[in-house]
């Protein structure tokens, strides 16, 4: 195997993974709460991603762009939290099923706003010039990402263990009635947990749009991913968020190098063995 | 009892004179409803009665069409071997689905036929060299046979019809039956099945095949009606029309998946004169059900609404 080929594909699964984890760290804490799971998260990350990187063309600001990017996905979230899941509160599955409505209905509109033609990020020179990491030269921007996740997942891991919200989160997914019992507010905390998720898919969408260019189908393929993220980690848990995105990013960066006609579907390979040897999930627990 | 059979003669006999008063494209498009209302039971049986919420059915009918395109026109096998092969592997994918999913409830069973299913729509435009990439295999066309055209819309429609009416009775029997009822147990309170020592996996593992041995029944005519397989069928967009299908009709009775495939097809049709944006009105659609009925159109309570509509008009 070429030596370059290798560090290359193994910094490219590492974005993946930074990337992933940014977008499935919520979505696994929302879906831990409440056993809600937001199947518009790729549809948020896409929302996010056209209107933040239109943002940033206006404003040539990439930190205007993200925010935008987030902001807009937050509020679609709440939005969507407040209007409509609230009306079927703890059914399950309708609840999944109208954040799947959701997500196609933003889908198609995102299609009449931007088009069908692929978008991607257009970067100030300095971040799009290559770094040396010691064994090759790396875009800047996707060094940046990668930090980016790894700060995303110290402050997560500081919020969870170190604050009462984090000491209430934790409560919240282990138990939810006993949590509610000694008077913490789950439906809020909720809330809260949904709209920071939403935020980070769409500034993941600004974000990601260096690595994936924007089009019609790509969110689909972003919550896929998120999703198979989530199954292999076990949901509800940070940890797991964090080891499922390096499995995944990791496996489709090798298949897409080695063998692309297979990119997505090795996926599949390491989702099978944990669901036949832990189908909870790595750092799941079983309910 | 006889009030059902004569509901079953009757629609037998307007499935029998339709194709002699309707014009083409409306016999072509009731063939697309009978392939949507296939695919809609297919959600339904595990919807219905198990609780389990697919967005894989309509991958097993697309593997399905995907092996008669591929060994049929790449190869050339004839239509009468790939036939019996496609339903044949695209059960054979729903055995490993099964497997990989019967542990699955609710919520994660939901995730799980997403992201197989995706994978599989992932692998039918990414392995170009055997499936076409987007551009798909086109020429896709039942022969002739016995000087009988079974390309033509009408002919098609015949055995459509048979197979569709053939199918719906046959899982009615199912439901109506001592493992129907198991399944309804199954979704009530597995623990006390268990408890009764009954074959819990297994039952839910075989009714998770046979609703893909209906789906992929389903791809074969959608692939010979569309002439052209390519990876649209898979697509996230056409589960989700399926399972809009079911949710609108209603996927605990036996005619509500057919009645909202119906439904949806007729209004897809009409919307898709004004506009192209028919997946924005299935989300709308589903949106609605969900909110304002979520039982479905067979199991709405008209009865009340009735009611209440003649005590508020004799009282104002």
């Given at each position: 195997?070429?030596?370059?080929?290798?560090?290359?594909?193994?910094?490219?699964?590492?974005?993946?993974?930074?990337?992933?984890?940014?977008?499935?760290?919520?979505?696994?804490?929302?879906?831990?709460?409440?056993?809600?799971?937001?199947?518009?998260?790729?549809?948020?990350?896409?929302?996010?991603?056209?209107?933040?990187?239109?943002?940033?063309?206006?404003?040539?600001?990439?930190?205007?762009?993200?925010?935008?990017?987030?902001?807009?996905?937050?509020?679609?979230?709440?939005?969507?939290?407040?209007?409509?899941?609230?009306?079927?509160?703890?059914?399950?599955?309708?609840?999944?099923?109208?954040?799947?409505?959701?997500?196609?209905?933003?889908?198609?509109?995102?299609?009449?706003?931007?088009?069908?033609?692929?978008?991607?990020?257009?970067?100030?020179?300095?971040?799009?010039?290559?770094?040396?990491?010691?064994?090759?030269?790396?875009?800047?921007?996707?060094?940046?990402?990668?930090?980016?996740?790894?700060?995303?997942?110290?402050?997560?891991?500081?919020?969870?263990?170190?604050?009462?919200?984090?000491?209430?989160?934790?409560?919240?997914?282990?138990?939810?009635?006993?949590?509610?019992?000694?008077?913490?507010?789950?439906?809020?905390?909720?809330?809260?947990?949904?709209?920071?998720?939403?935020?980070?898919?769409?500034?993941?969408?600004?974000?990601?749009?260096?690595?994936?260019?924007?089009?019609?189908?790509?969110?689909?393929?972003?919550?896929?991913?998120?999703?198979?993220?989530?199954?292999?980690?076990?949901?509800?848990?940070?940890?797991?968020?964090?080891?499922?995105?390096?499995?995944?990013?990791?496996?489709?960066?090798?298949?897409?190098?080695?063998?692309?006609?297979?990119?997505?579907?090795?996926?599949?390979?390491?989702?099978?063995?944990?669901?036949?040897?832990?189908?909870?999930?790595?750092?799941?627990?079983?309910? | 009892?006889?009030?059902?059979?004569?509901?079953?003669?009757?629609?037998?006999?307007?499935?029998?004179?339709?194709?002699?008063?309707?014009?083409?494209?409306?016999?072509?498009?009731?063939?697309?409803?009978?392939?949507?209302?296939?695919?809609?039971?297919?959600?339904?049986?595990?919807?219905?009665?198990?609780?389990?919420?697919?967005?894989?059915?309509?991958?097993?009918?697309?593997?399905?069409?995907?092996?008669?395109?591929?060994?049929?026109?790449?190869?050339?096998?004839?239509?009468?071997?790939?036939?019996?092969?496609?339903?044949?592997?695209?059960?054979?994918?729903?055995?490993?689905?099964?497997?990989?999913?019967?542990?699955?409830?609710?919520?994660?069973?939901?995730?799980?036929?997403?992201?197989?299913?995706?994978?599989?729509?992932?692998?039918?435009?990414?392995?170009?060299?055997?499936?076409?990439?987007?551009?798909?295999?086109?020429?896709?066309?039942?022969?002739?046979?016995?000087?009988?055209?079974?390309?033509?819309?009408?002919?098609?429609?015949?055995?459509?019809?048979?197979?569709?009416?053939?199918?719906?009775?046959?899982?009615?029997?199912?439901?109506?039956?001592?493992?129907?009822?198991?399944?309804?147990?199954?979704?009530?309170?597995?623990?006390?099945?268990?408890?009764?020592?009954?074959?819990?996996?297994?039952?839910?593992?075989?009714?998770?095949?046979?609703?893909?041995?209906?789906?992929?029944?389903?791809?074969?005519?959608?692939?010979?009606?569309?002439?052209?397989?390519?990876?649209?069928?898979?697509?996230?967009n056409q589960a989700v029309l399926v399972l809009t299908a079911a949710v609108l009709g209603g996927y605990r009775t036996i005619w509500g998946p057919a009645l909202g495939a119906a439904v949806l097809i007729m209004l897809q049709t009409g919307v898709a004169q004004y506009t192209d944006r028919h997946m924005m009105v299935i989300g709308a659609v589903l949106v609605l059900c969900i909110l304002l009925m979520p039982r479905g159109l067979s199991e709405f309570p008209w009865k009340s609404l009735v009611h209440r509509f003649r005590r508020s008009s004799a009282s104002g």
């Amino acid at each position: 195997m070429n030596l370059h080929t290798f560090y290359f594909l193994t910094l490219n699964g590492l974005t993946l993974a930074a990337l992933l984890f940014i977008m499935a760290s919520g979505l696994t804490l929302a879906f831990g709460l409440m056993r809600v799971v937001n199947l518009a998260h790729g549809a948020f990350y896409l929302l996010g991603g056209y209107v933040g990187v239109h943002m940033l063309q206006v404003s040539d600001s990439l930190v205007l762009g993200v925010l935008t990017g987030g902001v807009v996905a937050l509020v679609g979230g709440v939005l969507m939290e407040r209007l409509l899941l609230q009306r079927v509160r703890g059914l399950d599955l309708s609840e999944a099923l109208l954040t799947i409505a959701i997500g196609l209905i933003i889908a198609d509109a995102l299609l009449v706003a931007y088009g069908g033609r692929p978008i991607s990020l257009p970067l100030p020179p300095e971040l799009r010039a290559p770094m040396d990491l010691g064994v090759m030269m790396y875009p800047t921007f996707r060094v940046l990402i990668m930090v980016t996740a790894v700060a995303l997942g110290i402050v997560f891991w500081i919020v969870m263990t170190r604050t009462r919200v984090g000491a209430a989160i934790r409560a919240g997914v282990d138990d939810r009635e006993t949590a509610m019992a000694q008077g913490i507010n789950v439906p809020l905390l909720f809330a809260g947990v949904f709209a920071v998720a939403s935020f980070l898919a769409g500034a993941a969408g600004v974000i990601g749009t260096s690595y994936m260019s924007l089009s019609p189908g790509l969110d689909v393929r972003v919550l896929m991913l998120s999703l198979v993220v989530i199954i292999i980690g076990g949901m509800g848990s940070l940890k797991g968020a964090a080891v499922g995105a390096l499995v995944t990013g990791m496996v489709s960066s090798f298949a897409s190098g080695y063998l692309p006609q297979f990119a997505l579907f090795f996926l599949f390979l390491p989702m099978s063995l944990i669901l036949v040897f832990r189908p909870q999930g790595l750092f799941g627990r079983t309910t | 009892m006889k009030r059902e059979a004569w509901i079953i003669l009757l629609l037998i006999a307007g499935l029998a004179v339709w194709p002699l008063i309707a014009g083409d494209y409306a016999v072509s498009r009731t063939n697309r409803a009978m392939i949507y209302a296939l695919l809609a039971l297919s959600f339904s049986v595990l919807a219905g009665r198990l609780g389990w919420f697919s967005l894989c059915q309509t991958t097993f009918a697309g593997i399905s069409g995907y092996v008669i395109a591929i060994l049929g026109v790449r190869y050339g096998w004839p239509t009468g071997a790939v036939i019996p092969l496609a339903i044949l592997i695209s059960v054979g994918f729903a055995v490993v689905f099964g497997l990989l999913t019967v542990r699955a409830r609710r919520v994660s069973f939901l995730m799980l036929t997403l992201a197989l299913g995706q994978m599989i729509y992932a692998l039918s435009f990414q392995w170009v060299d055997v499936t076409g990439g987007y551009n798909g295999i086109p020429g896709i066309r039942l022969p002739s046979f016995l000087g009988i055209d079974f390309g033509d819309t009408r002919v098609l429609y015949a055995m459509l019809a048979t197979v569709t009416v053939g199918i719906f009775m046959a899982v009615h029997r199912v439901y109506r039956s001592q493992y129907g009822l198991l399944l309804l147990g199954i979704q009530e309170n597995e623990e006390r099945m268990r408890a009764l020592g009954h074959p819990v996996h297994l039952a839910r593992f075989t009714a998770f095949v046979m609703a893909a041995a209906i789906a992929s029944v389903a791809g074969v005519f959608l692939v010979f009606d569309m002439g052209i397989m390519s990876p649209a069928p898979l697509s996230l967009n056409q589960a989700v029309l399926v399972l809009t299908a079911a949710v609108l009709g209603g996927y605990r009775t036996i005619w509500g998946p057919a009645l909202g495939a119906a439904v949806l097809i007729m209004l897809q049709t009409g919307v898709a004169q004004y506009t192209d944006r028919h997946m924005m009105v299935i989300g709308a659609v589903l949106v609605l059900c969900i909110l304002l009925m979520p039982r479905g159109l067979s199991e709405f309570p008209w009865k009340s609404l009735v009611h209440r509509f003649r005590r508020s008009s004799a009282s104002g």
